[in-house]
Nanobody
């Protein structure tokens, strides 16, 4: 079963850095856009950054210049480098992909849509 697994969260002081990782577990044939979302306490989930299959990137205004999204297709992974962290960056961070192609014994391949990881907590203290 294909899953997205996040890691790298933790507690950091304001101004510090963290690097989040998102690994795709299981056998896949292809994956398209990967993204990071976050959900601050008591708030709705929001988009942080997107990276397309050809490595085009888009960022939320609140993280531009501080966060960098990247991917390693060979390792089936995406990353979020977070610098100059602020207390308002405190949230559960989720990895997402909109489309994965996986092997299927009956059909050769099948598409999976809108996969989410379990989330990793990032806490920034002031």
């Amino acid at each position: 079963q294909v899953q997205l697994v996040e890691s790298g969260g933790g507690l950091v002081q304001a101004g510090g850095s963290l690097r989040l990782s998102c690994a795709v577990s299981g056998s896949i044939l292809n994956i398209k856009t990967m993204a990071w979302y976050r959900q601050p306490p008591g708030q709705q989930r929001e988009l942080v950054a997107i990276i397309t299959s050809d490595e085009g990137t888009t960022y939320a205004d609140s993280v531009k210049g501080r966060f960098t999204i990247s991917r390693d297709n060979a390792k089936k992974a995406a990353y979020l480098q977070m610098n100059s962290l602020k207390p308002e960056d405190t949230a559960v961070y989720y990895c997402n992909t909109d489309w994965i192609l996986v092997p299927d014994q009956a059909r050769g391949a099948k598409e999976l849509f809108d996969l989410w990881g379990q989330g990793t907590q990032v806490t920034v203290s002031s």
